[in-house]
C-alpha cells in the first residue's frame, strides 16, 4: 500500500492559465474524491468516481473544472481560465467499497495534496 | 443540507494534560462522524469513525470519541497530550449519495502542545 500519491505538490499558475493535476488512489480502491481546502476552512467536497463514472459533482465545480478518471485507475483535475479564487489546496482520497458491506466501513484515504497559486 | 461546527478554532494544551475538542452537526437522518487529523503540508488522516452501534468510539493513537445523539455532539478526548499530537483536527459527518462518502467537514480545531 503506497497510499494515495498527488502530482504535483505544489503549482503556481497565473491567472487565465489552465492548470492539471494527477491523482493516484491505492490500487485496488474503486471510489476516487476530489476535495478543495481553501485557508482556514476544512475539506469541501468537489466530486466522485465509481470506477471511471463521474457519479456526482458539487455545485462548487464551475464549467470551467472538469476531473477524468479514464481507465478507473489514476484521475486528472483540470482548471481552466483560472482565477485567483481557485488558489486552494486540492485534495485527492479514495476508497474501497463492495456490495456487501456500507460504504461507510470504507475511509477515505486522503493524498497530500496539490497546492495552487494563482497569481 | 448537513453542516459541521467546531466551536474552537485554537486550543493550547500542555503534554500530557487532557485534550476535548468539541464538533456539533447538523443532519436530517443517522449521522456518520468522523475524526480527521491534518499534519502540516500532509493530507488528512482517519483518527476514528462512529457509524452504529456503541456510542463511544476508540481511535487511533490514543483518541476516542463520544456521540450524543440529545446534544448532537461528536467530540473528541485524549486523557495525555503528547507533543506530537500538534496538528489539525476535522470533524466531518456524512451523506448518503448515491453511495458516496461525500463528507462534510467542520473548519477544524488548531491544537497547539505546549512542553
Known amino acids: 500500500d503506497t497510499g494515495v500519491s498527488q502530482d504535483p505538490r505544489h503549482k503556481i499558475t497565473k491567472r487565465g492559465q489552465n492548470v492539471t493535476f494527477?491523482?493516484?488512489p491505492i490500487s485496488e480502491?474503486?471510489?476516487?474524491?476530489?476535495y478543495r481546502q481553501t485557508l482556514g476552512q476544512g475539506p469541501e467536497f468537489l466530486t466522485y468516481f465509481q470506477n471511471e463514472a463521474q457519479l456526482e459533482k458539487s455545485r462548487l465545480l464551475s464549467d470551467r473544472f472538469s476531473a477524468e478518471r479514464p481507465k478507473g485507475s489514476f484521475s486528472t483535475l483540470e482548471i481552466q481560465r483560472t482565477e485567483q479564487g481557485d488558489s486552494a489546496m486540492y485534495l485527492c482520497a479514495s476508497s474501497l467499497v463492495d456490495r456487501r458491506q456500507s460504504s461507510y466501513n470504507s475511509p477515505l484515504h486522503f493524498g497530500n495534496g496539490t497546492r495552487l497559486t494563482v497569481t | 443540507a448537513q453542516s459541521v461546527t467546531q466551536?474552537?478554532?485554537h486550543i493550547t494544551v500542555s503534554e500530557g494534560a487532557s485534550l476535548e475538542l468539541?464538533?456539533?452537526?447538523?443532519y436530517g437522518a443517522t449521522p456518520y462522524l468522523f475524526w480527521y487529523v491534518q499534519s502540516p503540508g500532509q493530507g488528512l488522516q482517519l483518527l476514528l469513525k462512529y457509524f452504529s452501534g456503541d456510542t463511544l468510539v476508540q481511535g487511533i493513537k490514543g483518541f476516542e470519541a463520544e456521540f450524543k445523539?440529545?446534544?448532537s455532539s461528536f467530540n473528541l478526548r485524549k486523557p495525555s497530550v503528547h507533543w506530537s499530537d500538534a496538528a489539525e483536527y476535522f470533524c466531518a459527518v456524512g451523506a448518503l449519495t448515491?453511495?458516496?462518502?461525500k463528507l462534510t467537514f467542520g473548519t477544524g480545531t488548531q491544537l497547539k502542545v505546549e512542553l
Do not use: A, M, V
Open chain 2, 98 to 101: 448515491g453511495g458516496g462518502n
Open chain 2, 69 to 71: 445523539r440529545s446534544q
Open chain 1, 29 to 34: 480502491h474503486n471510489r476516487l474524491y476530489w
Open chain 2, 7 to 9: 466551536p474552537d478554532i
Open chain 2, 22 to 26: 468539541r464538533c456539533n452537526y447538523s
Open chain 1, 22 to 24: 494527477r491523482c493516484d
